[in-house]
């Protein structure tokens, strides 16, 4: 039953078959499934098969038109003693010995390069009319890129991607967080050989995930990598000062630009966390401003801390005040500005590439800050407190 349904279908398309035949002297065969794409240094198959045996016929396949790849003329072939191939193939191509009989005329290179990129064809010379198809090959090298940070200031970071041995062309683009194509000067584009080497630079001003996107839509290839850019705006000195209103001290901490959003605590030398009197933040575009102020009850050292966890950051400032140096009608106000480690630690997943990138920094600020016995604010008040 089955058989006799195949056969008179494919009964029905003969006469269509037979007036394709008439009507010229030659089929040609394009490629009607596209390229056919593979990744450099796999193996490749590339199909040609007419409906009948062809163990005892001639198929050329040929590559440009020109470059001899594989030629077999009844069982004669490359591989058991003809000469004519071209170099560029030596060793690497084989046909299916075993599929012969069904017309199946199909090749497989190894080991492909991307040099074996090109329109090849497949040509059955003898044949009444002659037959060719023509394949596509495109042999891709995708490799990942690679980031670097070529200069860094505390207000931004210059960030460099780089695509080695790329083929065929990629396009090369810097990505924000939220998928917006970043500004980037001309990439430099070196070719050698087919192969692409692209430099791709752009500058970042803000705390973000930032990738590098390699795109061939020849081969449907997106890569990418990843890396993570805190911009130093987080680097927040707290001020520390007194305010007396009301005959009541006031200790102010003021944190400027700092992005992400810290936690700002007052504390006395014993690490206790003072009582908050008020509380200010602003947020402006990705960085706070946080003004703290706590009120003086008694004579200490406090620290006004400054913590960023997400970036590992800690920094404080402190205020030594002494109600016997204050009866003397005097402050001393003593700041110590230590930026203790700014540990950022960043990693990126995408496209299969983990980027880590280790930023560390180590800096020391003292600043000793001394009041005049005679600044009207903060002094009076105290002194009459004594
Ligand atoms: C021809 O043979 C190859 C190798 O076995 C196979 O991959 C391909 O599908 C065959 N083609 C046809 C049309 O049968």
């Known amino acids: 039953m089955v058989n006799v349904q195949m056969t008179s279908s494919a009964m029905k398309l003969l006469p269509v078959a037979c007036l ?49 790849v594989f030629m077999y003329d009844a069982g004669v072939h490359y591989n058991n003693g003809r000469t004519g191939q071209d170099e560029q193939f030596r060793g690497r191509v084989s046909h299916f010995k075993d599929e012969l009989k069904h017309g199946n005329a199909s090749i497989k290179i190894r080991n492909t390069k991307v040099a074996d990129s090109g329109d090849y064809s497949c040509d059955f010379p003898r044949l009444q009319p002659r037959k060719r198809f023509n394949i596509k090959l495109v042999v891709g090298a995708a490799p990942e890129p690679s980031i670097k940070i070529l200069d860094e200031t505390k207000d931004w970071s210059l960030l460099q991607c780089v695509v080695r041995d790329a083929s065929p062309q990629p396009k090369v683009e810097w990505k924000d967080s939220s998928g917006n194509i ?76 700092a992005s992400p959003k810290p ?14 009197k008020d509380l200010k933040e602003t947020e402006r575009g990705d960085s706070y401003d946080i003004v703290l102020q706590t009120t003086l009850t008694k004579t ?43 540990v950022a630690i960043v990693g990126g997943v995408g496209g299969g590439l983990y980027i880590k990138h280790l930023k560390k920094e180590n800096r020391e600020k003292y600043e000793e800050k001394r009041e005049p016995q005679t600044e009207p604010d903060s002094s009076t008040s105290l002194k009459e407190s004594s």
Do not use: M
């Not at 089929?27 to 009607?32: I, P």
């Not at 973000?208 to 996107?213: A, F, L, R, T």
């Not at 001290?249 to 003021?254: S, Y």
């Not at 936690?263 to 908050?276: A, Q, T």
């Open 20 to 68: 394709c035949l008439l009507a010229c002297c030659e089929d040609t065969f394009a490629d009607e499934n596209g390229p056919v794409v593979v990744k450099e240094g796999s193996d490749v198959v590339l199909r040609c098969s007419i409906d009948i045996n062809v163990e005892s016929k001639l198929f050329d396949w040929k590559k440009d038109g020109q470059k001899e």
């Open 182 to 257: 970043l500004p980037a000067v001309e990439p430099l584009i070196i070719e050698r050989g087919g192969r692409f080497y692209i430099t791709l630079n752009t500058t970042v001003t803000k705390t973000d995930h930032y990738s590098c996107v390699v795109t061939q839509e020849e081969i449907g290839h997106q890569t990418d990598a990843e890396t993570y850019v805190h911009i130093n705006g987080a680097a927040s000195e707290p001020s520390v000062t007194t305010i007396k209103t009301d005959g009541v001290t006031v200790l102010q901490c003021v944190v400027k630009g």
């Open 263 to 276: 936690k700002v605590e007052w504390k006395d030398s014993s690490g206790n966390i003072l009582p908050v």
């Open 300 to 342: 200490d050292n406090f620290r006004c801390v400054v913590t960023q966890e997400e970036i590992n950051h800690q920094i404080y400032a402190e205020i030594d005040l002494n109600i016997n140096g204050l009866s003397a009608g005097a402050i001393a106000g003593f700041v110590v500005l230590s930026l203790l480690l700014v």
